[in-house]
């Protein structure tokens, strides 16, 4: 298992647009991914879970990964992150 922080950029925060696009990428790995933030645990493949973090810009949201391809998701996810869900 593998864990990292990531900060939400972009003036909306994880809104639907980026939740959906966040899920699409993690269900490319076989990976558990989950996401916490303020006491919530959500799983990072459902964009409904995501945007009931209800995370916004500047938000800091705990990402851990764990599975056989757990280094590689990392990447990626902080990656799509970092460039502003782009």
Do not use: W
């Not at 996401?35 to 919530?40: F, S, W």
């Amino acid at each position: 298992m593998i864990c990292g922080e990531i900060q939400i950029k972009g003036k909306f925060g994880l809104h639907l647009r980026p939740a959906t696009l966040f899920a699409s990428i993690a269900k490319q790995f076989c990976s558990e991914i989950t996401l916490e933030y303020n006491g919530k645990i959500v799983e990072g493949k459902s964009a409904i879970g995501l945007l009931q973090l209800g995370a916004q810009e500047g938000s800091r949201i705990l990402v851990r990964i764990d599975g056989e391809d757990e280094q590689e998701a990392m990447k990626v996810i902080l990656a799509f992150v970092t460039n502003g869900f782009d």
